[in-house]
C-alpha cells in the first residue's frame, strides 16, 4: 500500500475548517481591511484613500465611542477578575458541596448576553429591585442603568465574565502540583505568600489569557452596552452597526473594526511578551 | 542540637488507619530511615512531623518544643520531595535562597549562603539555570540543597532517589550519607528500598499498616530480625520451620521454640555436589556476581546463593549437599 | 483547629455557606426575580414599591403559547442550532485529529488561525461577513446565518476535540495498527469511542452557543431569519421595555439551555472546556 507523507495527510486533514475559515472569516477581514482603505469596497470608486480613518479620528462621536469601547473592555475585565481569582481559589478548597457548586457557579456561561442585560434592568433599573428593597432603609441608590459610567454594562458583562475567568484561571491554578505549594511552605513561606509568590506567577498564562478574552469580549460587545449604556457615548461596535445598516457607510465600518481588531492585536502581543518569559521557564508548553 | 519526640502519634483517614498510635525518638544527628511497603504509614509519619499532615492525637516535640500549633513555614524543616517540587519559574539560585527569602536574611549574606550550599551539592555552575534545564540527579541536588540551606533543625527525605537510575542512585546515595554526617543535621529517611535503608541508616524503622515492627541498626536488623516481616523485607530469606531446618546438618542446636519458625539467608547456604547429597537443584539462576540455586531438600524449597568465584555452576538435576556457614536465625512469634 | 497551619480547612462548612450566599445573590436572586416578572397579573401589575407582586397570573406565558411567533423562533433557534452543531462537528473532527496527533510545519501558526476567530470581535466578523454575503445573496437568509455561526462555534469545537484525542494514548492507535487495523478502522472503533465524551460535550456546547448566539445572527439575519434572542431583542431594545414578555421568554431560551448545559458538564472536564473556551 502507498502511504501518503505525513505533512500531506495533515495537509488534507486540516484543510476542511482550515479553508472554512479561510473562506467566512479570513477573507471577510481582509476585504474589510483593503475596504477601510477604500480598496476593493461596495459602493466605493476603488482608489485607495484614508477618508474612513479622517472620518473616524475627525469625528468627536467616534473618538469618544473609541475610548469608551476601550473603557468597557479594560473595566469589567478587571472587576471580574478580582472577583475570580478568590472564586477560584475557594472552589480548589474541599468543603461540603464543592461539586454542585463547581457546576452551579458556571451557569452564566451559557446565559445570553442579552439576558444578562434584562436581569440588570429588572434589578437595577429606576425602579428595579434594588431600589425598592434599598430605599425603605434609607439608601438611595444612584442611576445605573443608562449611565455616564455605564456601571450596568459593567455589572452585566462581568457577571458573564466571571464564570469564565474562574474556569480559566482554576484550571490553571489546579495544574500546579501541590508539593510545589508545600515545599514553599516548608520553607517558610505563609499560604499568603506562597500563593503571591508561587501559585499566581505560575497560573500566570492562564490568568492573563482569561484577562485577553474578556478583554476583547468586552470591546466588541453589542448588545449589552446599546440595552444598558449611556446615550454618549455610544461604543466603537454600535457606531458600527449604525453605520453600517442604517447609513450604508462601509468604508467606514471597515475603519472601525479595523481600529478595534488593531487594539486586540495590541493586547494579544502583549500578552505572548508576558507569557513568553514563562514558557521559557517552564518549558512545558503553555497552551 | 535537634532532637525529635514523637509521643502517642495517630492518624486515620476516615475508617481506614494510616497510623496506629506509636512512639519514637530520633536522637541528635542520627540518620533514620522508615522502610516499609507502599501504604505502610511512612510518608504520613514524615509529613505529619513537617506539619503538612496533621496528627489526630498524640504530640510532636522538636528539641522538646511542640510543634501543634506551628504551620510548616513555622516549624524549621528541610523537606526533600520524591517529585522535587522545585519552583519551575525561579532559577536554581533562586530555588535555593526562596527559605533564606523567607526569613528575611539580607541579599548578601543569602547570596553566599546559597553558593555554599550549591557548592555542597557541586552544582555552583549551574545556579542561574532552570530547573528544567538540568537532569534528574542535578535537579534531586537542587531540592537537596534547598532543604539544607535553611540549616533545618531536621532534614526529612521522601524517597528522594527513588526517581532516578540505579547507577546514578547509589552514586547519589553516598553523596547524600558523607553530606549528613558532614552538616551533623538529624535527618529520618523513608524509602520501601530495603539497601538504600541499610546503605544509609544509622537506625532503620521497619513499618506496616500503620505500625513500626520491628527497628534496630541495620546489620542487627538483617542478621538477627525478629520477626518474619523484617526478615523477609530486608532482603530475600528462607523462612522454614525448625522441623524442617533439622533437616540440614548443622552442627549447633537451635536457640528458641521447638515448634517455631527460623530465617536462613540464602547466602548463608553452602552448595556442595555430591552423588548421594540429600538435596537436588531445582532450577538456577546466574546473577553474575553470584548463583542462585532453588534446591529441594526432602520436600522443603530453600534459595541458595553461592558467590564463589570460579567454582562450577551446578546444572539442573544435581545431587548436592547443603551445609549452613551460621546458625539459623530464630523468628519470635510465628507459627 | 481551623488556625493551625491553612492546609487543613478543617472547617470547609464556612466556604459553603461563603459561595452559597453570594450565589444566592448573583444567580438566584436574578432568576427569581425574572421568574416573578413572567408570573404578573397584568390586571394588578408590579410597581414600586412592591417587594413582590401583588398578584400572580399565567397571562403571559398563555400568551407566548398561543403566540406563534415565538414557538416559530423557539423551531428555528433548534434547527440552526443542530445543523450548526452537524456542519461544526464535521469540519472538526479532521483537524482537530491533525493538530492532536500529526507533526507538521507550521502547526503553531494553524492553531492560531483557528484560534483567531475567538480573538477578533464577533460584531467585526459579521460585519465583515455581511459585505460577502450580500455579493453570495447570503444576507438575510437561514443559511447565512448557519454559516456565520459556525465561524464562532467551530474553534471551540475543534479545541475541544483537540484535547481530548491527545488525551489518547499513541500506544493505544500503535497497538491497534499492529494487530492490522486500518486507518478507517482505527478511527472507528479506537479514536471515536474514546473521543466520544469530548465529541457528545463539545456538541452539547456547541448547539447552546448556537442556540444564544445573538450579535452575529443579529446582523447577518435579521429581520427576516427571527431566533429566540432576536425576538428577546425586540422586547428589551424596543421604544416600549415588556418585561414580563421578556421574562417568559427569558426562560423558554434558558430553560433548554441549562438542561443542555448541564449534560455537558458532567461529560466534558473542566480542563478540556477551558481549554475549548481559547486558554491559549
Given at each position: 500500500m502507498r502511504r501518503l507523507p505525513q505533512g500531506v495527510v495533515a495537509a488534507l486533514l486540516v484543510l476542511p475548517s482550515g479553508g472554512y475559515l479561510a473562506l467566512f472569516f479570513g477573507l471577510p477581514l481582509l476585504l474589510a481591511f483593503l475596504g477601510s482603505f477604500g480598496l476593493y469596497a461596495r459602493g466605493g470608486d476603488g482608489g485607495f484613500t484614508l477618508r474612513h480613518y479622517a472620518d473616524l479620528f475627525g469625528t468627536q462621536a467616534y473618538r469618544d465611542g473609541l475610548v469608551f469601547s476601550t473603557y468597557l473592555a479594560i473595566v469589567p475585565t478587571l472587576v471580574s477578575l478580582a472577583i475570580s481569582l478568590p472564586l477560584a481559589m475557594g472552589l480548589a478548597q474541599t468543603f461540603p458541596g464543592r461539586k454542585l457548586f463547581n457546576a452551579l457557579y458556571k451557569v452564566p456561561l451559557v446565559v445570553p448576553g442579552i439576558v444578562a442585560a434584562f436581569i440588570v434592568m429588572t434589578l437595577f433599573d429606576r425602579g428595579g429591585l434594588a431600589a425598592r428593597l434599598l430605599t425603605p432603609i434609607g439608601i438611595d441608590l444612584p442611576k445605573i442603568v443608562r449611565d455616564d459610567w455605564a456601571v450596568g454594562v459593567i455589572i452585566a458583562t462581568a457577571w458573564k465574565a466571571v464564570p469564565f475567568m474562574t474556569l480559566i484561571i482554576g484550571g490553571s491554578l489546579g495544574a500546579i502540583q501541590k508539593d510545589i505549594i508545600l515545599a514553599a511552605r516548608t520553607l517558610g513561606a505563609t499560604p499568603l505568600t506562597a500563593f503571591w509568590r508561587i501559585q499566581i506567577p505560575l497560573a500566570l498564562p492562564g490568568i492573563t489569557a482569561a484577562f485577553l478574552l474578556t478583554f476583547i469580549g468586552g470591546m466588541g460587545a453589542f448588545a449589552v452596552p446599546n440595552l444598558l449604556g449611556p446615550v454618549y457615548p455610544l461604543p466603537l461596535s454600535v457606531h458600527m452597526y449604525v453605520n453600517a445598516f442604517e447609513r450604508n457607510n462601509w468604508g467606514l465600518v471597515a475603519a472601525m473594526g479595523t481600529m478595534l481588531s488593531l487594539i486586540s492585536v495590541l493586547v494579544l502581543l502583549a500578552y505572548y511578551r508576558t507569557t513568553r518569559s514563562l514558557r521559557t521557564a517552564y518549558g512545558g508548553e503553555v497552551r | 542540637m535537634s532532637q525529635i519526640t514523637l509521643t502517642g502519634i495517630a492518624k486515620a483517614y476516615g475508617t481506614s488507619v494510616a497510623i496506629a498510635p506509636m512512639d519514637l525518638t530520633v536522637a541528635?544527628?542520627?540518620?533514620?530511615?522508615?522502610?516499609?511497603?507502599?501504604?505502610?504509614?511512612?510518608?504520613?509519619?514524615?509529613?505529619?512531623?513537617?506539619?503538612?499532615?496533621?496528627?489526630?492525637?498524640?504530640?510532636?516535640?522538636?528539641?522538646?518544643?511542640?510543634?501543634?500549633?506551628?504551620?510548616?513555614?513555622?516549624?524549621?524543616?528541610?523537606?526533600?520531595?520524591?517529585?522535587?517540587?522545585?519552583?519551575?519559574?525561579?532559577?536554581?539560585?533562586?530555588?535555593?535562597?526562596?527559605?533564606?527569602?523567607?526569613?528575611?536574611?539580607?541579599?548578601?549574606?543569602?547570596?553566599?549562603?546559597?553558593?555554599?550550599?550549591?557548592?555542597?551539592?557541586?552544582?555552583?555552575?549551574?545556579?542561574?539555570?532552570?530547573?528544567?534545564?538540568?537532569?534528574g540527579g542535578?535537579?534531586?541536588?537542587?531540592?537537596?540543597?534547598?532543604?539544607?540551606?535553611?540549616?533545618?533543625?531536621?532534614?526529612?527525605?521522601?524517597?528522594?532517589?527513588?526517581?532516578?537510575?540505579?547507577?546514578?542512585?547509589?552514586?547519589?546515595?553516598?553523596?547524600?550519607?558523607?553530606?549528613?554526617?558532614?552538616?551533623?543535621?538529624?535527618?529520618?529517611?523513608?524509602?520501601?528500598?530495603?539497601?538504600?535503608?541499610?546503605?544509609?541508616?544509622?537506625?532503620?524503622?521497619?513499618?506496616?499498616?500503620?505500625?513500626?515492627?520491628?527497628?534496630?541498626?541495620?546489620?542487627?536488623?538483617?542478621?538477627?530480625?525478629?520477626?518474619?516481616?523484617?526478615?523477609?523485607?530486608?532482603?530475600?530469606?528462607?523462612?522454614?520451620?525448625?522441623?524442617?531446618?533439622?533437616?540440614?546438618?548443622?552442627?549447633?542446636?537451635?536457640?528458641?521454640?521447638?515448634?517455631?519458625?527460623?530465617?536462613?539467608?540464602?547466602?548463608?547456604?553452602?552448595?556442595?555436589?555430591?552423588?548421594?547429597?540429600a538435596g537436588r537443584v531445582l532450577s538456577l539462576t546466574f546473577l553474575g556476581p553470584a548463583v542462585e540455586y532453588r534446591i529441594d531438600i526432602g520436600g522443603t524449597v530453600l534459595r541458595a546463593r553461592d558467590s564463589g568465584t570460579g567454582t562450577a555452576i551446578l546444572p539442573q538435576g544435581t545431587q548436592v549437599d547443603l551445609t549452613l556457614r551460621v546458625p539459623p536465625h530464630p523468628l519470635q512469634g510465628v507459627a | 483547629m481551623t488556625a493551625r497551619s491553612g492546609l487543613h480547612p478543617s472547617d470547609g462548612r464556612w466556604i459553603t455557606v461563603g459561595l452559597g450566599a453570594s450565589l444566592l445573590i448573583a444567580l438566584g436572586l436574578p432568576l427569581i426575580v425574572a421568574l416573578l416578572w413572567s408570573f404578573m397579573d397584568p390586571a394588578t401589575g408590579w410597581f414600586a414599591p412592591d417587594i413582590l407582586p401583588p398578584s400572580y397570573a399565567l397571562d403571559h406565558w398563555e400568551w407566548a403559547a398561543r403566540n406563534g411567533d415565538i414557538a416559530q423562533a423557539l423551531l428555528l433557534s433548534v434547527g440552526i442550532g443542530l445543523a450548526v452543531t452537524a456542519l461544526t462537528a464535521l469540519l472538526a473532527l479532521p483537524t482537530a485529529y491533525a493538530l492532536a496527533k500529526l507533526p507538521f510545519a507550521m502547526k503553531r501558526a494553524v492553531e492560531l488561525f483557528i484560534l483567531a476567530p475567538l480573538i477578533v470581535p464577533g460584531i467585526i466578523v459579521a460585519v465583515g461577513i455581511g459585505t460577502i454575503f450580500f455579493r453570495l445573496d447570503l444576507a438575510f437568509s437561514i443559511p447565512g446565518v448557519i454559516l456565520v455561526q459556525t465561524v464562532g462555534t467551530l474553534p471551540f469545537m475543534i479545541r475541544v476535540l483537540a484535547a481530548t484525542i491527545e488525551a489518547i494514548p499513541n500506544d493505544l492507535i500503535n497497538a491497534a495498527r499492529s494487530l492490522g487495523a486500518g486507518p478507517a478502522a482505527v478511527a472507528r472503533h479506537i479514536l471515536i469511542p474514546l473521543a466520544w465524551p469530548g465529541f457528545v460535550a463539545g456538541g452539547l456546547l456547541t448547539f447552546i452557543s448556537s442556540f444564544e448566539e445573538f450579535e452575529k445572527t443579529f446582523i447577518i439575519g435579521s429581520p427576516f431569519v427571527q431566533t429566540l434572542p432576536v425576538i428577546l431583542w425586540g422586547y428589551l431594545g424596543g421604544r416600549v421595555m415588556v418585561f414580563p414578555t421578556a421574562a417568559v421568554v427569558t426562560f423558554i431560551l434558558l430553560v433548554p439551555m441549562l438542561i443542555v448545559f448541564f449534560l455537558a458538564e458532567r461529560v466534558l472536564r473542566d480542563d478540556v472546556m477551558a481549554a475549548g473556551m481559547g486558554k491559549l
Amino acid at each position: 500500500m502507498r502511504r501518503l507523507p505525513q505533512g500531506v495527510v495533515a495537509a488534507l486533514l486540516v484543510l476542511p475548517s482550515g479553508g472554512y475559515l479561510a473562506l467566512f472569516f479570513g477573507l471577510p477581514l481582509l476585504l474589510a481591511f483593503l475596504g477601510s482603505f477604500g480598496l476593493y469596497a461596495r459602493g466605493g470608486d476603488g482608489g485607495f484613500t484614508l477618508r474612513h480613518y479622517a472620518d473616524l479620528f475627525g469625528t468627536q462621536a467616534y473618538r469618544d465611542g473609541l475610548v469608551f469601547s476601550t473603557y468597557l473592555a479594560i473595566v469589567p475585565t478587571l472587576v471580574s477578575l478580582a472577583i475570580s481569582l478568590p472564586l477560584a481559589m475557594g472552589l480548589a478548597q474541599t468543603f461540603p458541596g464543592r461539586k454542585l457548586f463547581n457546576a452551579l457557579y458556571k451557569v452564566p456561561l451559557v446565559v445570553p448576553g442579552i439576558v444578562a442585560a434584562f436581569i440588570v434592568m429588572t434589578l437595577f433599573d429606576r425602579g428595579g429591585l434594588a431600589a425598592r428593597l434599598l430605599t425603605p432603609i434609607g439608601i438611595d441608590l444612584p442611576k445605573i442603568v443608562r449611565d455616564d459610567w455605564a456601571v450596568g454594562v459593567i455589572i452585566a458583562t462581568a457577571w458573564k465574565a466571571v464564570p469564565f475567568m474562574t474556569l480559566i484561571i482554576g484550571g490553571s491554578l489546579g495544574a500546579i502540583q501541590k508539593d510545589i505549594i508545600l515545599a514553599a511552605r516548608t520553607l517558610g513561606a505563609t499560604p499568603l505568600t506562597a500563593f503571591w509568590r508561587i501559585q499566581i506567577p505560575l497560573a500566570l498564562p492562564g490568568i492573563t489569557a482569561a484577562f485577553l478574552l474578556t478583554f476583547i469580549g468586552g470591546m466588541g460587545a453589542f448588545a449589552v452596552p446599546n440595552l444598558l449604556g449611556p446615550v454618549y457615548p455610544l461604543p466603537l461596535s454600535v457606531h458600527m452597526y449604525v453605520n453600517a445598516f442604517e447609513r450604508n457607510n462601509w468604508g467606514l465600518v471597515a475603519a472601525m473594526g479595523t481600529m478595534l481588531s488593531l487594539i486586540s492585536v495590541l493586547v494579544l502581543l502583549a500578552y505572548y511578551r508576558t507569557t513568553r518569559s514563562l514558557r521559557t521557564a517552564y518549558g512545558g508548553e503553555v497552551r | 542540637m535537634s532532637q525529635i519526640t514523637l509521643t502517642g502519634i495517630a492518624k486515620a483517614y476516615g475508617t481506614s488507619v494510616a497510623i496506629a498510635p506509636m512512639d519514637l525518638t530520633v536522637a541528635d544527628g542520627e540518620f533514620l530511615t522508615l522502610l516499609g511497603p507502599s501504604g505502610c504509614g511512612k510518608t504520613t509519619l514524615m509529613r505529619m512531623i513537617a506539619g503538612i499532615t496533621l496528627p489526630d492525637q498524640g504530640a510532636i516535640r522538636i528539641n522538646g518544643r511542640d510543634m501543634a500549633a506551628l504551620p510548616p513555614e513555622k516549624r524549621n524543616v528541610g523537606l526533600v520531595f520524591q517529585s522535587y517540587a522545585l519552583f519551575p519559574h525561579m532559577t536554581v539560585a533562586a530555588n535555593v535562597g526562596f527559605g533564606l527569602k523567607m526569613r528575611g536574611i539580607a541579599r548578601d549574606a543569602a547570596a553566599e549562603r546559597v553558593r555554599a550550599a550549591l557548592a555542597l551539592v557541586d552544582l555552583e555552575p549551574l545556579a542561574a539555570r532552570y530547573p528544567r534545564e538540568l537532569s534528574g540527579g542535578q535537579q534531586q541536588r537542587v531540592a537537596l540543597a534547598r532543604a539544607i540551606v535553611i540549616e533545618p533543625d531536621v532534614l526529612l527525605l521522601d524517597e528522594p532517589l527513588s526517581n532516578l537510575d540505579a547507577k546514578l542512585r547509589e552514586h547519589l546515595r553516598e553523596d547524600l550519607r558523607n553530606l549528613q554526617q558532614r552538616l551533623r543535621v538529624t535527618a529520618i529517611y523513608v524509602t520501601h528500598d530495603q539497601a538504600e535503608a541499610m546503605a544509609l541508616a544509622d537506625r532503620i524503622i521497619v513499618m506496616d499498616k500503620g505500625r513500626i515492627v520491628e527497628e534496630g541498626a541495620p546489620v542487627d536488623l538483617y542478621r538477627a530480625p525478629q520477626t518474619r516481616f523484617a526478615a523477609e523485607f530486608l532482603g530475600q530469606t528462607n523462612v522454614v520451620a525448625v522441623t524442617a531446618a533439622g533437616l540440614l546438618p548443622w552442627n549447633t542446636g537451635v536457640a528458641g521454640p521447638a515448634d517455631g519458625m527460623v530465617s536462613i539467608r540464602p547466602e548463608d547456604i553452602a552448595v556442595t555436589p555430591a552423588l548421594d547429597g540429600a538435596g537436588r537443584v531445582l532450577s538456577l539462576t546466574f546473577l553474575g556476581p553470584a548463583v542462585e540455586y532453588r534446591i529441594d531438600i526432602g520436600g522443603t524449597v530453600l534459595r541458595a546463593r553461592d558467590s564463589g568465584t570460579g567454582t562450577a555452576i551446578l546444572p539442573q538435576g544435581t545431587q548436592v549437599d547443603l551445609t549452613l556457614r551460621v546458625p539459623p536465625h530464630p523468628l519470635q512469634g510465628v507459627a | 483547629m481551623t488556625a493551625r497551619s491553612g492546609l487543613h480547612p478543617s472547617d470547609g462548612r464556612w466556604i459553603t455557606v461563603g459561595l452559597g450566599a453570594s450565589l444566592l445573590i448573583a444567580l438566584g436572586l436574578p432568576l427569581i426575580v425574572a421568574l416573578l416578572w413572567s408570573f404578573m397579573d397584568p390586571a394588578t401589575g408590579w410597581f414600586a414599591p412592591d417587594i413582590l407582586p401583588p398578584s400572580y397570573a399565567l397571562d403571559h406565558w398563555e400568551w407566548a403559547a398561543r403566540n406563534g411567533d415565538i414557538a416559530q423562533a423557539l423551531l428555528l433557534s433548534v434547527g440552526i442550532g443542530l445543523a450548526v452543531t452537524a456542519l461544526t462537528a464535521l469540519l472538526a473532527l479532521p483537524t482537530a485529529y491533525a493538530l492532536a496527533k500529526l507533526p507538521f510545519a507550521m502547526k503553531r501558526a494553524v492553531e492560531l488561525f483557528i484560534l483567531a476567530p475567538l480573538i477578533v470581535p464577533g460584531i467585526i466578523v459579521a460585519v465583515g461577513i455581511g459585505t460577502i454575503f450580500f455579493r453570495l445573496d447570503l444576507a438575510f437568509s437561514i443559511p447565512g446565518v448557519i454559516l456565520v455561526q459556525t465561524v464562532g462555534t467551530l474553534p471551540f469545537m475543534i479545541r475541544v476535540l483537540a484535547a481530548t484525542i491527545e488525551a489518547i494514548p499513541n500506544d493505544l492507535i500503535n497497538a491497534a495498527r499492529s494487530l492490522g487495523a486500518g486507518p478507517a478502522a482505527v478511527a472507528r472503533h479506537i479514536l471515536i469511542p474514546l473521543a466520544w465524551p469530548g465529541f457528545v460535550a463539545g456538541g452539547l456546547l456547541t448547539f447552546i452557543s448556537s442556540f444564544e448566539e445573538f450579535e452575529k445572527t443579529f446582523i447577518i439575519g435579521s429581520p427576516f431569519v427571527q431566533t429566540l434572542p432576536v425576538i428577546l431583542w425586540g422586547y428589551l431594545g424596543g421604544r416600549v421595555m415588556v418585561f414580563p414578555t421578556a421574562a417568559v421568554v427569558t426562560f423558554i431560551l434558558l430553560v433548554p439551555m441549562l438542561i443542555v448545559f448541564f449534560l455537558a458538564e458532567r461529560v466534558l472536564r473542566d480542563d478540556v472546556m477551558a481549554a475549548g473556551m481559547g486558554k491559549l
